[in-house]
């Protein structure tokens, strides 16, 4: 009942903020606001070399250590074996499920038109099976056989979750879709819903698929620790920073749109600290990083999916970005790829939030049935 009054709380305070920046630079409401929305029209785009140069610099700047550190211990390490057991039987349905479903999503068959707006939904249900089924083959373990009831939670809890950044994109107008059909209102809420449903899982998904894969994750489970994030003064300074970011967004939208992705996480985990909730966060004071590297690579690899997915889709979203609209992997410019990070890591906290998910011990185990099958193919061979 506590989480479910913080979440509100925290949705009343995403949803007013940018308002009330807006609000205080003497505008009035735009026409085009509304608590469901969809972004159809572009906004402006633009290219600067200085600001392009200066955000390439800072994202290069915080990710050389973590390359840096994989590269290091992946080096000294001794060679993985690649234990699995049989893929099962229904990975393989479901990779004929995205084949069938990436076929129709590319091409424009007449007797397939009726539903040509709905092959979103078809091809990530098809990736969340999919990538359930590599995790079992590794582990023994997978969210869709073993916990069935938390990945149906997700879909529920996934459709409000992207709700909340379509209504923020209002302020910033980052993206907007086209060749959206028109409907009734409630049919419209209804299928875009079903679209937005499979984020968390298909991010959550793949948390735990790479959390498979000893050689990713061993080097991040000791390294730098931050004994300041299980301090109170740092909750609440994540509060105030991502309130702040919120309102100063309705402000200076053009100026500030990269914040849009690091204020909702700066809220949840600011709340989740105070509240003395579990979060994988907690592991920085002891110098585990896996939950937070992991969690930011898994958007990371669902986005490049999403971009792919996207840009022949017959209903697909366009990018308009100022100051770095350029140098474009599918629909995305390259630098707005880094956007993927953060957003990967308010999944995770929104997941350990809203629904309990112990991220860091799932992370444990998962990687412990891996070093179990290892071994026991290696006593078997012997």
Known sequence: MRQLSSLCLLL??????????????????????????????????????????????????????????FFQRTFRSKHERLCTTTFPWWGWIAINWIVISWILAWTRFDWFSPWQVHTFPLLWLGYIV????????????????HRPCLIGKLFLLSAGFWWTFEYLNQFVNNWHYENIPETAWLQYFFYTSLSFSTVLPAVLSTYEWLATFPRLTQPFATWHTFHWITNLKT???????????????????????????????????????????????????????????????AALVCGLWWECWNVYSFVHWKYTIPYVHAFKIFEMP?????????????????????????????????SKQTENMCHSHEAHEV
């Open 235 to 297: 909750s609440w300074l994540l509060l105030a920073l991502g309130s702040i970011g919120l309102g100063l967004i309705g402000i200076w939208p053009m100026l500030l749109f990269p914040i849009l992705w690091v204020c909702p996480l700066c809220l949840l985990l600011g709340s989740q600290c105070i509240g003395n909730d579990y979060t994988g966060f907690r592991s920085l004071a002891q110098g585990d990083w896996r939950p937070i590297i992991l969690s930011a690579l």
């Open 130 to 145: 999919l990538l359930n089924a590599l995790t079992y083959q590794r582990s023994r373990q997978c969210l869709l056989l």
């Open 12 to 69: 009343i305070v995403l949803l007013v903020l940018p308002l009330f920046g807006l609000l205080l630079t003497g505008y009035s409401l735009p026409p085009h606001l509304a608590l469901f929305p969809i972004s159809t029209k572009p906004s402006i785009t633009s290219f600067s070399w200085h600001a392009w140069g200066m955000l390439a610099v800072l994202l290069g700047t915080t990710l050389a250590p973590v390359v840096y550190r």
């Open 334 to 366: 390259i630098l707005g790829y880094a956007g993927y990070l953060p957003f990967g890591l308010t999944c995770l906290v929104m997941t350990e939030f809203a629904l309990g998910y112990q991220s860091h011990a799932q992370l444990t185990m998962l």
